[in-house]
């Protein structure tokens, strides 16, 4: 059974920096493209960035260019995102993705999602 678990999402003043974090069990982690979703209530699912297997590869949105690093180390099975500079803008509840079908910002291309975990940005 697939598990997927997400953690470090907190509320913090804009320009600040957190850092998530996501562990992936039941699924052999190194194959598997990674990404980070976000979603505000009543809004559709937004991409947030992406990682291939081997972590050769990522793409981001053009909203976090510059401000949002995306990690993992396949011998831990975690998985990362390094938030910085960050704006209210920000705000969502963000997702951690596994799935087999390609690097790219689509939440389609996931099959394994975690429950999510806060981020809030004060102005």
């Known amino acids: 059974q697939v598990e997927v678990v997400e953690s470090g999402g907190d509320l913090v003043q804009a320009g600040g920096s957190l850092r998530l974090s996501c562990t992936a069990s039941?699924?052999?982690?190194?194959?598997?493209?990674m990404g980070w979703f976000r979603q505000l209530p009543g809004k559709e699912r937004e991409g947030v960035a992406c990682?291939?297997?081997?972590?050769?590869?990522?793409k981001y949105a053009d909203s976090v260019k510059g401000r949002f690093t995306i990690s993992r180390d396949n011998t831990k099975k975690t998985l990362s995102l390094q938030m910085n500079s960050l704006h209210p803008d920000d705000t969502a509840m963000y997702y951690c993705?596994?799935?087999?079908?390609?690097?790219?910002?689509?939440?389609?291309?996931?099959?394994?999602w975690g429950q999510g975990t806060q981020v809030t940005v004060s102005s």
């Open positions: 039941g699924l052999t982690f190194g194959i598997y493209n």
């Open positions: 990682i291939s297997p081997r972590g050769s590869a990522t």
């Open positions: 993705a596994a799935g087999r079908s390609g690097t790219a910002l689509r939440p389609e291309l996931f099959d394994d």
